[in-house]
């Protein structure tokens, strides 16, 4: 068995980086080399099968390139996107249209959404609930007091509290931790970018103290719900690691913008650090 660390290691070493698809291939079929095609067979030799569960139809994506892009990469695809009033796709029948198209385009992709309100499992309707393979839900979008409005956290100024006043900052992580129990406490199937700091607070990773960590994790094993391992930042080893240990399952996620898709070489690593096994991942 090779060592993941090791392809990818190689890799950036310019050694492995040979043309499975050739330069000109789509950005959205990634990968663009045959380092992903090692690294996959490696998972798959290992037993793993790797999911994309957070990839939005969205900026060019469509549920065909999706399809297109999990022949390509054997890395298997979803469709999906947000859900919520600040949405393109709020009522039911918008909802019942996404799910049908995204099937009309390939019915072996899992349908699922995001949703962005945190009333949004008494907006849709269980009929409609039930056309869906999955709900994920981040915790980016928070209430700037207690019952106040929603705030997108990732947005400048949207985290008002004084970040160099740390009984401010403490008492922010305090109804954050609430916030974040609420989410992992919904009727949802994965928790997306878990321990998600916004950017004024996000070198304070201090705030995930092991207790905050821990509670989190096992809201989320108690609730079924599945921690995401984003491509891009969060969770970190730490949190993966103890999350292991209290028996949660994990997804990927690229969460893209565009059709364009960024390396996945962080979950490689997190799955080769951490030690994560078949078993440690979803399965619907
Ligand atoms: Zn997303």
Redesign the pocket.
């Known amino acids: 068995m090779k060592n993941i660390r090791t392809i990818l290691a190689a890799a950036t070493a310019g050694l492995a980086l040979f043309a499975a698809q050739g330069a000109d291939a789509p950005e959205f079929r990634y990968p663009k080399d045959g380092v992903t095609a090692e690294l996959l067979a490696e998972c798959k030799a290992r037993g793993i099968t790797i999911t994309d569960w ?1 990839l ?1 139809i969205r900026g060019g994506m469509t549920p065909e390139m999706a399809a297109e892009r999990e022949q390509a990469s054997g890395i298997l695809s979803s469709a999906m996107e ?1 859900h919520g009033r600040e949405w393109e796709i709020f009522t039911n029948e918008r909802l019942v249209e996404f799910a049908a198209a995204a099937r009309r385009a390939n019915p072996k992709l899992p349908v699922g959404i ?1 949703v962005n309100d945190r009333d949004w499992f008494k907006q849709i309707s269980p009929e409609v609930r039930q056309q869906l393979d999955y709900v994920l839900a ?1 915790t980016m979008i928070m209430p700037d007091e207690e019952g106040g409005e929603p705030k997108k956290m990732w947005l400048p100024g949207n985290v008002t509290d004084d970040v160099n006043d740390e009984a401010a900052v403490q008492a922010w992580m305090e109804r954050y931790m609430k916030h974040c129990l609420q989410v992992v406490n919904e009727p949802i199937t994965i928790l ?1 970018n878990p321990t998600y700091l916004p950017p004024p607070l996000e070198k304070r990773t201090d705030l995930w103290t092991p207790e905050r960590m821990d509670a989190l994790i096992n809201a989320a094993v108690k609730n079924n719900v599945a921690l995401e391992i984003n491509a891009e930042t969060y969770p970190g080893p730490e949190f993966i690691k103890r999350a292991k240990k209290a028996g949660a399952k994990f997804t990927i996620g690229v ?1 893209n913008f565009t059709d364009n898709i960024r390396s996945y070489d962080r979950v490689w690593d997190m799955i080769e650090q951490c030690g994560l096994t078949a078993d440690d991942f979803l399965r619907l």
């Open positions: 957070h939005h947000n995001q981040d997306a969460n």
